[in-house]
């Protein structure tokens, strides 16, 4: 019962925050709506953009895939995530953010569709890629959240009445607080969720484990397995390195990720909190492992993984537990608001705007605040009605994500010799080996995952048409991207 | 070579050396030690440090288009 009144607690702190951030700065414009009018501070933008990121997978996912493959699990996502997503980030994210306010961007397509000399078509395929990657993220989230009530409830709130809960809180934030909504109930989050991460890891390895040297040594002496790659259930290393570079890299091409090299509000904030997002997941990683590690050593025979690391809290600390709950709803909702905040944004921007069609304000953030509607009410029903196909359908956000490099570091990096016409024949190409190559009857050939699959032939269709084609980008488009520097 | 350049070719080549150096010495304590000690003490410095070299070779408005 303690459970359910913390959590009943925290969603009306979220809420109060949500609808408070739509109060003291109302929405008027595009900008306010869609970029919270480029005005966070580094540790704003760090604490929206890292609780956006962490997910169920954080709490749940992970962890349970470390209990059962134990190191190179966190070899590969965690590392391979340093220095990919977070990689890239520190790369790119100022000379996005620079583009960004010069021409007003607000989505992965403005950039990409700028660079090209423009075009409608290029700028639908984007979008549509975009919800490719993003509505079975959705799915999940929405389920996840139902059983997480469902758990904190002792079954008191059903999945369906948890799931619903969620929709209708975060559809009424959003609506009336857009992005500012969306980053400030994530600073609330984040920081309840990091918090959540640390101190039940850390709980974890002193009462179960006897500290960080008993763990390693008692897990290189009895589980082995999990502390070398063995190719213990499949995890040989062709399978173990091409999901860590997929899965560690594929997330930063997902459009809520993009928005939030684009809201900072000075350089030096968008470059602080690059480098924080880049040591700080590695560090809750880490804890995390250790404390699978040893939660592996002492209960060997957990029969839901996916629950381990929060039923072995409940066995010291019940209030830790109720607060991990609370942090683990954080997790969900603050991945959730932001997803669906930027479908919207890509519905009036991306495809009504770029039709030729032209939105006042009013319209705009009315026809996103619409689209928040529908979106979580598809996420929700097609959480509700398809159940089982969504894990499958959930393999595909990170390698989509991932297949989608070529063209961004092309343009990034001003190649001048990269053709629409080969982005284009690529990106078609890209999309159909992830079908081929995916969850199915053809899944990962060679042991390789199918996120390498669908980048390779990204990368080869895409170099080989355009060394035939001729809509190579416009000169200025190039030169605007070399003079925004680094 | 440009600083971007070098710290890009240098994040895939810890990327190289972390899969083949846990691929060469695959044994439960050259994994950890290389995983959860080597490679943040390596690259965290490391990242902070570009950051701030770039900073201060793009400073506020030099660069900005």
Sequence with gaps: MIS????????AIIFIVGIWAGKVAPIKTKEDWSTAGRSFRWITNYLTAHATQLSALTYMGFPAMMYLYGLPLFYAHYTSYMLGTCGFFVLFATKLWRLGKRYGDMT????????????????????????????PYIQVQVLGAGLVFDLASGGIIPVWLGALI??????????????????????????????????????????????????????AAKLPHLMTVSGYKGWDWPYTISWAIAFG??????????????????????????????????????????????????????????????????????????????????????????????LGVIVTHDFIERSGRVMTDRQFIWANRLTVLIAMAAGYILAMVYPGPLGILGMYPAAIGFMLYPPVLAMLTGQRWVTKEGVVAG???????????GPGPYANPLRIHFGIWALVANAVVMCIVSLFTKTKPPEDAVRAVIEAGW | MSLPKIFGLYLIALFVLTYGFGWAFNFPEAF??????????????????YLWAIHKKYPGEAGRP
């Design chain 2, 32 to 49: 950890w030690i290389y995983n959860l000690i080597v490679t943040p003490i390596i690259s965290i410095p490391v990242a902070w440090a």
């Design chain 1, 249 to 342: 890299a594929g997330w930063g091409m997902h459009a809520h990720m993009w928005l939030r090299q684009l809201t900072p509000k000075t350089e030096k904030d968008g470059r602080i909190w690059t480098g924080i997002i880049f040591a700080e997941n590695f560090v809750h990683g880490m804890l995390l492992l250790l404390a699978m590690l040893a939660i592996a050593l002492v209960f060997p025979d957990i029969k839901k993984p996916d629950l381990a690391f929060l039923q072995t809290i409940e066995k010291f600390s019940p209030i830790l537990y109720a607060i991990l709950l609370a942090g683990v709803s954080a997790a969900i909702f603050s991945t959730i608001d932001s997803q669906v905040h930027i």
């Design chain 1, 4 to 11: 359910l009144i913390i959590m009943i607690v925290w969603l």
């Design chain 1, 108 to 135: 992965p397509a403005d950039a990409l569709t700028r660079y090209w000399g423009g075009g409608k078509w290029f700028g639908y395929l984007w979008g549509a890629l975009q919800f490719w990657a993003l509505i």
């Design chain 1, 427 to 437: 990106l078609i190409a890209g999309g159909a080996a992830a079908v081929l190559f």
């Design chain 1, 166 to 219: 969620t929709y209708a809180l975060i559809t009424i934030y959003v609506w009336l607080g857009g992005l500012r909504a969306v980053a400030w109930t994530d600073v609330v989050q984040g920081a309840v969720l990091l918090f959540g991460l640390w101190i039940g890891s850390i709980g974890i390895i002193q009462v179960f484990g006897g500290g960080i040297p008993n763990i390693l040594s008692s897990a």
